[in-house]
């Protein structure tokens, strides 16, 4: 999938949103027919993904704590660093999130054969805090 | 009579559904019912399941673009017809035209924020004390009982620093969106070790557009070394849709936008 970042400026603008990012955008969003009226939802198991709290554990303490030995301190961090943090930080982050807690998002992305897009995991969430405010006003 | 599963896409008002244009695999038909219609198809391939979701999310963004629309879970199929309209358009007709009124002018924005890890690290290296203190002694322990004491220690603090962090950063976020959004669905990340910060679902009127994506280039640029910001849309109303119709009836129909 093609993601055309903007190059202006540092927010990062797909044109065309990829797949993963769909997955994450639609999947259990949007109006919800009552099951008794639905045939189905396609055979996937689309099941309400519940919030877990991925518990921090000694696994996670140690892998920071390996992460922060190599922190650098000093004048800004060159990419090899960040990578190598990065990598650290990825790898141990996906031992500690397998098992039945993956998630049904998991298991779908699985069933349609892609991976994360940046590569995150992908952890439940606070099921989203709505903040009602007036329209804002402006100048 | 037969079996005729209809797969839902969606909801638009009846004045703006002219037959769309097909998208990917998905040939939308229009189903109307006074002020409203739904949108909706075939059953797609499971084989083709891939390329639906993808074509599902295109053609309800780019029915947004065009006017207000409600997108159906993906993935929803009534047994017929009749039933799209007897069972889902009659019994919510006018929810739904509420709901499509409220998303005029309206579209959503998701921004993500991600950690840059190597410095969200450094800053907590360098804010806590505690944490380089106990750096130091883990380092000098060696792998012994005491030195691995000094590393779980370091690491809790510092998972704990990150914790916080989030929390702080996605107040920030919200803080810079609010002035541009008349709604918002707020999901921080709650795992302890991963790069995910929050992401934020903004409904955004017409006029605050442009406002709105130059006040998150501007946090993107200022939180450039530490934090990395993806903006996606304007895309169909996913987060709201559901809030818009249900019996709260969310959003204020007042106010401007």
Not at chain 1, 84 to 91: A, C, P, R, T, V
Not at chain 2, 6 to 34: K, M, Q, S
Not at chain 2, 120 to 125: F, S
Request: glycine fraction near 10%; aromatic fraction near 4%.
């Amino acid at each position: 999938m093609t993601v055309v970042a903007s190059s202006v400026g540092y927010v990062d603008r797909p044109r065309a949103n990829g797949l993963a990012d769909v997955v994450d955008l639609i999947l259990d969003k949007g109006l919800v027919i009552d099951v008794f009226l639905r045939v189905s939802l396609l055979g996937l198991e689309l099941l309400t993904v519940d919030a877990r709290i991925v518990v921090a554990s000694v696994d996670t303490y140690l892998r920071f704590a390996e992460a922060v030995d190599r922190v650098v301190l000093g004048p800004a961090p060159s990419t090899n660093l960040q990578d190598l943090i990065g990598d650290g930080m990825k790898s141990g982050a996906k031992k500690s999130v397998k098992g039945a807690a993956g998630g049904a998002k998991n298991s779908i992305k699985d069933k349609l054969g892609i991976g994360d897009d940046d590569s995150d995991e992908d952890e439940d969430q606070d099921q989203g805090k709505r903040s009602r405010q007036n329209s804002g006003r402006r100048g | 009579m037969a079996s005729d599963p209809r797969y839902v896409y969606g909801v638009v008002p009846a004045a703006a559904a002219i037959e769309p244009r097909a998208e990917g695999t998905c040939t939308p038909n229009v189903l109307r019912h006074r002020g409203i219609a739904a949108l909706v198809g075939a059953i797609p391939e499971r084989r083709r399941m891939r390329e639906h979701l993808l074509s599902h999310a295109s053609l309800l963004d780019r029915l947004a673009a065009a006017g207000p629309v409600l997108p159906v879970r993906f993935g929803t199929v009534l047994p017929s017809s009749e039933a799209v309209a007897t069972d889902f358009l009659v019994p919510r007709h006018d929810a739904f035209l509420r709901g499509l009124e409220t998303l005029a002018d309206r579209a959503q924005f998701t921004i993500r924020a991600r950690y840059q890890q190597a410095e969200i690290l450094r800053e907590v290296l360098t804010q806590d004390p505690r944490v380089s203190r106990l750096r130091e002694q883990a380092a000098g322990a060696g792998e012994g009982p005491a030195g691995q004491a000094a590393r779980l220690r370091m690491g809790e603090l510092v998972a704990g620093a990150v914790a916080a962090k989030r929390e702080a950063d996605t107040s920030t976020l919200v803080t810079a969106v609010r002035p541009y959004a008349i709604d918002t669905v707020v999901r921080m990340s709650r795992s302890v070790d991963a790069d995910r910060v929050a992401d934020i679902a903004c409904l955004v009127p017409r006029p605050e557009q442009d406002a709105f994506v130059a006040a998150m280039e501007a946090l993107g640029a200022r939180w450039h070394d530490r934090v990395r910001l993806r903006l996606l849309g304007p895309m169909a109303p996913y987060d709201f849709a559901e809030g818009l119709v249900g019996a709260a009836g969310l959003i204020a129909t007042g106010g401007r936008g």
